[in-house]
């Protein structure tokens, strides 16, 4: 395990929620001294394995003078903060919020840190930059090829504009900016309670609760990579630590399976008999969104090490544990 952590300063925007909560334990676990900002509604529960060696203040990421007190005596800030866009169903309808509340405290914070001379300053992208045009594994060099996917628009350019001005904000003024372009993250703690969320934990929810037939949006023969939690969260640790060089990196999993593949996976690893409907009336959203992560490994060395099947067992368990009785 590296030291690079050990002793620093770090400042983990949305570092109460699925994955950042992850990131704070790793970052803790490295010796780091975490400062988690969260808005006053803002459930801190995930935090509870480390809240006694971490600091938690209530700021709102949108309040300039706020952010500014923040900065202060901090040497690298990874803004993991981000919209919710849950599943296609509720992205397809707000464009327009997403972008906005992506864009808005991301420019105070990167900006704020600039003024501060932080040291480095982590960008956490997303696939949903990549455009239909775009090779099968999606290469780096494809992520501003075409327009984002028209399902995950609003979400989709939100995160090309954080890659661009990250990247101009190094070029001008010389921060040290590192960009983790991030494939489907999933596992423990992920949303699986609320109305609208992504496909692995929605479709658990669903079995489990006893839909039957579970219906899955489209054809179910659109592919994606998931990439479990824990490694989605190492990811981000060593793109920041290895590579602040505005240089967008995929970090994901080589797996990759169709919708309908991980809607019967997941039925037979739930121990149910469920059958599936397609409801082809409804999106595939993109056809293919696999992730091309030799740049990861020749770069920083990265690799997933939590297979598919393993990590599906290991939400499915986290569910069952925390599902409101």
């Known amino acids: 395990m590296s030291d690079f952590y050990t002793g620093k300063k770090v400042l983990v925007t949305g570092g109460a929620g699925f994955i950042g909560s992850h ?34 203040v209530e700021a709102d990421l949108r309040d300039r003078p706020r952010v500014d007190a923040l900065m202060q005596g901090q040497e690298i800030v990874m803004n993991l903060a981000a919209a919710k866009g849950g599943g296609i169903a509720h992205s397809m309808k707000h464009h327009g919020s997403l972008f906005r509340d992506n864009m808005q405290p991301y420019l105070q914070v990167l900006d704020a840190a600039r003024e501060a001379e932080v040291e480095r300053f982590l960008v956490v992208s997303s696939a949903c930059v990549y455009s239909r045009e775009a090779s099968n594994h999606a290469l780096e060099s494809e992520g501003f090829l075409g327009v984002p996917e028209a399902a995950n628009a609003g979400y989709g350019w939100s995160k090309r504009m954080e890659e661009y001005v990250g990247q101009a904000y190094a070029a001008e003024f010389g921060m040290k900016v590192a960009i983790a372009r991030m494939y489907n993250g999933y596992g423990p703690r992920d949303d699986f309670f609320a109305e609208y969320n992504h496909v692995i934990p929605g479709l658990i929810k669903r079995i489990f609760e006893g839909e039957n037939p579970l219906v899955v949006w ?18 981000i640790l ?17 797996e990759e399976i169709s919708i309908g593949d991980l809607a019967h996976l997941l039925i037979e690893l739930s121990g149910k008999e469920v059958k599936v409907e397609f409801d082809t009336t409804k999106p595939d959203g993109p056809l293919r969104r696999s992730a091309d992560t030799s740049r990861a490994f020749e770069k920083i060395g990265f690799r997933t090490e939590v297979p598919l099947r393993e990590g599906l067992k290991k939400s499915i368990e986290w569910y069952q544990a925390n599902k409101p009785q």
Do not use: W
Request: charged share 25%; glycine share 8%.
């Open 238 to 254: 060593q793109v920041c630590e290895k590579y602040a060089v505005a240089d967008p990196l995929n970090i994901g999993s080589d």
């Open 218 to 235: 489209g054809t179910g023969t659109q592919t994606r990579s998931f990439i479990y939690v824990t490694d989605f969260a190492r990811g």
């Open 23 to 56: 990131v704070v334990e790793m970052l803790v676990e490295r010796g780091a001294h975490v400062t988690v900002p969260v808005r006053s509604t803002t459930k801190t529960d995930f935090l509870d394995s480390v809240r006694d060696r971490i600091s938690i």
